[in-house]
């Protein structure tokens, strides 16, 4: 049986389009750090901020508290293998969380908040940065939680609360 050209053309495009959707089928989802990344975890009291420099100081935007009486701020900066992989900070002043993935590596950690207020837990829900190609992804949430509450920032791996990588919790942790 004779064959056209045409027909050998559409043949190998064929096979080479399923060999490409085989490969990008069993292609690996991106993996979780391991071992963990390192937590450095630095806290300001914002009674006497504005406060930054020293070790608030990073190689993309620095971080700088604002004053708030009562409050306590964190920072908790992400390590792997020497390279800075993100950092969480969160601001008592209009009580905001900020979340930064700062390496494309394809992989991103997850930062679980919530507080304590009136005797009663507030769960606030898990946020992690985008994941764009820019150089550093950064969210931003905003909440209101009540003057004084303690807040607790609980840091994973996986998106669904699972491996723990370090957390900032209770009195010892971040104060609205």
């Known amino acids: 049986m004779r064959t056209s050209i045409g027909e050998r053309l559409t043949g190998l495009v064929t096979g080479a389009l ?4 085989a490969l990008c089928a069993t292609a690996p989802p991106a993996q979780a750090y391991d071992p963990d990344p390192s937590v450095s ?14 070790d608030l100081t990073d190689p993309f935007d620095g971080t700088s508290f604002a004053y708030d009486a009562g ?7 992400l390590s ?3 390279w800075f992989v993100g950092k969480v ?18 992989d991103t950690f997850y930062a679980a908040v919530g507080y304590s207020s009136g005797g009663t837990y507030h769960d606030l829900g898990t946020f992690s940065a985008p994941g764009t190609s820019e150089t550093v992804d950064l969210t931003v949430k ?8 303690y807040v ?14 370090a957390a900032a919790r209770g009195t010892g942790g971040a104060v609205a």
Do not use: Q
């Open 18 to 21: 399923l060999a490409v959707g």
């Open 41 to 54: 975890t630095h806290y300001r009291d914002t009674d006497t901020c504005p406060c930054s420099g020293g």
């Open 71 to 77: 409050g306590t701020a964190v920072k908790m900066e």
């Open 80 to 82: 792997d293998a020497g």
């Open 89 to 106: 900070e969160f601001h008592p002043y209009d009580e905001k969380l900020w979340v930064y993935d700062t390496r494309n590596d394809g």
């Open 142 to 149: 905003d909440f209101d939680i009540p003057e004084g509450a």
């Open 152 to 165: 607790d920032i609980t840091l994973y791996d996986g998106a669904g609360r699972t491996d723990y990588i």
